[in-house]
Every structure is written in C-alpha cells, then in structure tokens.
C-alpha cells in the first residue's frame, strides 16, 4: 500500500503561483510513476502532469507544460508541481496519483486532494 498526502493549495490570484507537494509513504518502493491530476467541478478528472523514477515528464498540453512544472525528489519521495501565470480555469481539486506496475493490472493510488481556487 502507499499512502499520499497533498500540501499547497490554496486561492491565489489570476496570474500568481502555487507550488503543490506530495509526499508518498508505505510501498514506496514499487512506485514508477508519480503526478497529479485534476477535477474541476462538473467535469472529469484529467492528468495535469506525470514524471516517471527516472525523470521522464509529460504533461497534459503546451498551454500547462508552459506554465506548470512536475518535479520529483525520489530521496524524499515528494513530487512537487510548480504552477505560475494560473488561470480561473485551472480552478479545481488537484489530486496526487502514483502508479505501481509491480502487480499484474497495476495499481493506482490516489491522494485526498487539495483545492486550488485562482479568483480575484
């Protein structure tokens, strides 16, 4: 099992920053992948950005890679995601996600979530 826990949301501004973290505990060590993904109120969750162990990213499109950055402290098992120049449509619940491809279908875990609200 692998536990997750988010930090850094919060309401900020059209065109400020927030810096979101999440720590990883338990199994930690079956994990690939890590990343966060996103649920606006009323519409699907969607992947915002994922980064693999060995640092490989990608995100969701141009318009988040160009203002969102995932990073990844595999010592500290944290994954952070950098966002500046937020919109009001990146309003939404920000979930952390891991991946486990040791078993046989894989295993997703999820955070709590943390809301970030982008309004003036």
């Known amino acids: 099992q692998v536990q997750l826990v988010e930090s850094g949301g919060g309401l900020v501004q059209p065109g400020g920053s927030l810096r979101l973290s999440c720590a990883a505990s338990?199994?930690?060590?079956?994990?690939?992948?890590m990343g966060w993904y996103r649920q606006a109120p009323g519409k699907r969750r969607e992947l915002v950005a994922s980064i693999t162990s060995g640092g490989i990213t990608r995100y969701a499109d141009d318009t988040v890679e160009g203002r969102f950055t995932i990073s990844r402290d595999n010592a500290k098992n944290t994954v952070h995601l950098q966002m500046n120049n937020l919109e009001p449509e990146d309003t939404a619940v920000y979930y952390c996600?891991?991946?486990?491809?040791?078993?046989?279908?894989?295993?997703?875990?999820w955070g709590k979530g943390t809301l970030v609200t982008v309004s003036s």
């Open positions: 996600h891991a991946f486990d491809g040791s078993t046989y279908f894989g295993t997703d875990y």
């Open positions: 338990g199994s930690i060590f079956s994990i690939d992948s």
